[in-house]
Protein backbone atom coordinates (compact mmCIF):
# COMPACT_ATOMS: atom_id res chain seq x y z
CA UNK A 1 0.00 0.00 0.00
CA UNK A 2 0.69 3.57 -0.82
CA UNK A 3 -0.57 6.61 0.57
CA UNK A 4 0.23 9.91 -1.36
CA UNK A 5 -0.52 13.41 -0.02
CA UNK A 6 -0.11 16.45 -2.47
CA UNK A 7 0.47 19.76 -1.57
CA UNK A 8 2.10 23.59 -3.34
CA UNK A 9 -1.02 24.09 -5.31
CA UNK A 10 -3.03 27.88 -5.30
CA UNK A 11 -3.59 30.72 -6.93
CA UNK A 12 -0.70 32.36 -8.88
CA UNK A 13 -0.81 34.52 -12.64
CA UNK A 14 -0.36 33.29 -15.97
CA UNK A 15 3.17 33.57 -15.96
CA UNK A 16 4.04 32.41 -12.53
CA UNK A 17 5.33 29.15 -11.06
CA UNK A 18 4.20 26.71 -8.78
CA UNK A 19 6.09 23.37 -7.50
CA UNK A 20 3.80 21.11 -6.03
CA UNK A 21 4.67 17.97 -3.96
CA UNK A 22 3.82 14.39 -3.59
CA UNK A 23 4.78 12.97 -0.23
CA UNK A 24 4.83 9.14 -0.16
CA UNK A 25 4.02 6.61 2.76
CA UNK A 26 4.67 2.95 2.62
CA UNK A 27 7.55 0.63 1.57
CA UNK A 28 9.47 1.10 -1.51
CA UNK A 29 8.71 4.04 -2.84
CA UNK A 30 11.61 4.02 -5.00
CA UNK A 31 10.07 0.99 -7.09
CA UNK A 32 7.00 3.19 -8.10
CA UNK A 33 6.50 4.74 -11.79
CA UNK A 34 4.53 8.19 -10.54
CA UNK A 35 2.50 10.14 -12.28
CA UNK A 36 0.66 13.19 -12.60
CA UNK A 37 -2.38 14.02 -13.55
CA UNK A 38 -5.13 17.02 -13.57
CA UNK A 39 -9.38 17.55 -13.99
CA UNK A 40 -10.48 20.48 -15.24
CA UNK A 41 -14.18 21.14 -14.38
CA UNK A 42 -16.68 19.90 -16.48
CA UNK A 43 -13.51 17.58 -18.31
CA UNK A 44 -12.06 14.01 -17.92
CA UNK A 45 -8.47 13.24 -15.97
CA UNK A 46 -5.57 14.14 -18.25
CA UNK A 47 -1.91 12.66 -18.03
CA UNK A 48 0.11 15.81 -17.48
CA UNK A 49 3.42 13.49 -16.84
CA UNK A 50 5.74 10.65 -15.25
CA UNK A 51 8.86 9.94 -14.02
CA UNK A 52 10.12 6.43 -13.56
CA UNK A 53 11.49 4.72 -10.70
CA UNK A 54 15.05 6.34 -10.63
CA UNK A 55 14.04 9.50 -12.22
CA UNK A 56 16.01 9.21 -14.98
CA UNK A 57 12.98 8.58 -17.53
CA UNK A 58 10.44 11.04 -17.71
CA UNK A 59 7.47 11.68 -20.19
CA UNK A 60 5.17 14.78 -20.73
CA UNK A 61 1.85 15.46 -22.42
CA UNK A 62 2.35 18.16 -25.58
CA UNK A 63 0.31 20.69 -23.63
CA UNK A 64 3.49 21.35 -20.88
CA UNK A 65 6.71 20.12 -22.55
CA UNK A 66 8.81 22.98 -21.88
CA UNK A 67 7.05 24.35 -18.75
CA UNK A 68 6.55 21.64 -16.39
CA UNK A 69 9.40 19.13 -15.43
CA UNK A 70 8.56 15.85 -12.97
CA UNK A 71 11.16 14.76 -10.63
CA UNK A 72 11.89 12.80 -7.42
CA UNK A 73 13.56 12.16 -4.36
CA UNK A 74 13.41 8.84 -3.45
CA UNK A 75 15.36 9.62 -0.22
CA UNK A 76 12.49 11.62 0.67
CA UNK A 77 10.10 9.67 -0.77
CA UNK A 78 8.47 12.61 -2.39
CA UNK A 79 7.72 13.28 -6.17
CA UNK A 80 8.06 16.93 -7.43
CA UNK A 81 5.91 18.82 -10.52
CA UNK A 82 7.92 22.09 -11.09
CA UNK A 83 5.23 24.21 -13.39
CA UNK A 84 6.72 27.45 -15.15
CA UNK A 85 5.12 29.81 -17.59
CA UNK A 86 1.49 28.80 -16.19
CA UNK A 87 -1.43 29.65 -17.92
CA UNK A 88 -5.09 30.06 -17.31
CA UNK A 89 -5.29 26.68 -19.52
CA UNK A 90 -3.34 24.93 -16.48
CA UNK A 91 -6.22 25.50 -13.98
CA UNK A 92 -7.22 21.71 -12.93
CA UNK A 93 -6.86 19.83 -9.45
CA UNK A 94 -3.51 18.04 -9.32
CA UNK A 95 -3.17 14.26 -8.80
CA UNK A 96 -0.25 12.39 -7.83
CA UNK A 97 -0.37 8.46 -8.77
CA UNK A 98 1.62 5.56 -7.99
CA UNK A 99 1.78 2.37 -9.84
CA UNK A 100 4.37 -0.43 -9.41
CA UNK A 101 4.46 -1.38 -12.79
CA UNK A 102 3.62 0.15 -15.97
CA UNK A 103 2.45 3.39 -15.57
CA UNK A 104 2.54 5.41 -18.78
CA UNK A 105 0.00 8.12 -19.82
CA UNK A 106 -3.41 6.14 -18.60
CA UNK A 107 -5.02 6.85 -15.58
CA UNK A 108 -6.26 3.38 -15.01
CA UNK A 109 -2.43 1.98 -15.32
CA UNK A 110 -2.50 3.43 -11.99
CA UNK A 111 -3.21 1.82 -8.68
CA UNK A 112 -2.84 4.56 -6.15
CA UNK A 113 -4.10 8.39 -6.04
CA UNK A 114 -3.91 11.41 -3.60
CA UNK A 115 -6.36 13.79 -2.94
CA UNK A 116 -5.52 16.14 -5.28
CA UNK A 117 -4.59 20.07 -4.98
CA UNK A 118 -5.96 22.83 -6.66
CA UNK A 119 -3.99 24.81 -9.11
CA UNK A 120 -5.49 27.89 -10.52
CA UNK A 121 -3.88 30.49 -13.06
CA UNK A 122 -5.44 34.07 -13.41
CA UNK A 123 -5.34 35.90 -16.66
Known amino acids: QVQLVESGGGLVQAGGSLRLSCAAS????????MGWFRQAPGKEREFVGV????????SYADSVKGRFTVSRDNAKNTVYLQMNNLKPEDTAVYYC????????????????WGQGTQVTVSS
Open 26 to 33: GRSFSSYT
Open 97 to 112: AAVRYGGGTYSRNYDY
Open 51 to 58: VGWSGSST
